[in-house]
């Protein structure tokens, strides 16, 4: 198993692009998220989704959308990119949103907004 | 709103010390508590989790976490550093039930002088 992937590793955006960022696992995994983590402030949700076709929003959710159409991706898009959106994003999966499931996450895409 | 607490930023002990680091979560009802490491330019990777059962709990190399209902407390312990454990250690609480969702602290950096 390749666990959870994600691409690209580092990303250098000018204010106002798109992209997409993108997650995929192959672990049947129910449950996936994305996180943002910023110097002093640990991890902070931004979506999560517990199955295909079901997202919702986590603690951070502004200006940025997602989608799960299959089980294994889950990408995050930003429409029009800002400079407080300059950060280090983790997408992480586990089988199942509750009991003693664990959550695994990928190696992270650094993001430079400028 | 729950929330987790770590009460130290950053953590400088030789090597041999003996480490604590301390996290306390805010919610008064059933959760799963986790311990997450991160090592320099590495993704998290899970140190030891609690569910249910005995509250000490072993992780890899040598880690080990207390969970202390009556303290909200989930502190982790090493009895001799090495200086491959420096790394930033991140507390992360789930509440059970809940819709699976992390709960971060933000970090304590752990740095471990030869």
């Known amino acids: 198993n390749a666990g959870v992937t994600q691409t690209p590793k580092f990303q250098v955006l000018k204010t106002g692009q798109s992209m997409t960022l993108q997650c995929a696992q192959d672990?049947?995994?129910?449950?996936m998220s994305w996180y943002r983590q910023d110097p002093g402030m640990g991890l902070r949700l931004i979506h999560y989704?517990?199955?295909?076709?079901?997202?919702d929003q986590g603690e951070v959710p502004n200006g940025y959308n997602v989608s799960r159409s299959t089980t294994e991706d889950f990408p995050l898009r930003l429409l029009s990119a800002a400079p407080s959106q300059t950060s280090v994003y983790f997408c992480?999966?586990?089988?199942?949103?509750?009991?003693?499931?664990?959550?695994?996450f990928g190696p992270g895409t650094r993001l430079t907004v400028l | 709103a729950q929330s987790v607490s770590q009460h130290n930023h950053h953590v400088i002990l030789s090597e041999a010390a003996s480490l604590e680091l301390g996290c306390n979560y805010s919610?008064?009802?059933?959760?799963?508590l986790f311990w997450y490491v991160q090592y320099p330019g590495q993704h998290l990777q899970l140190l030891l989790k609690?569910?249910?059962?005995?509250?000490l709990v072993k992780g890899i190399k040598g880690f080990e976490a207390e969970f202390i209902k009556s303290k909200f407390s989930f502190n982790l312990r090493k009895p001799s550093v090495q200086w491959s454990d420096t790394a930033e250690y991140f507390c992360?609480?789930?509440?059970?039930?809940?819709?699976?969702?992390?709960?971060f602290g933000k970090g304590t950096k752990l740095s471990v002088k030869p």
């Open positions: 992480a999966s586990s089988y199942s949103r509750g009991g003693e499931a664990t959550q695994y």
């Open positions: 672990m049947n995994h129910e449950y």
């Open positions: 989704s517990v199955g295909a076709g079901i997202t």
């Open positions: 919610y008064g009802g059933t959760v799963n």
């Open positions: 609690y569910f249910s059962g005995d509250p």
């Open positions: 992360a609480v789930k509440v059970t039930g809940s819709q699976g969702n992390l709960i």
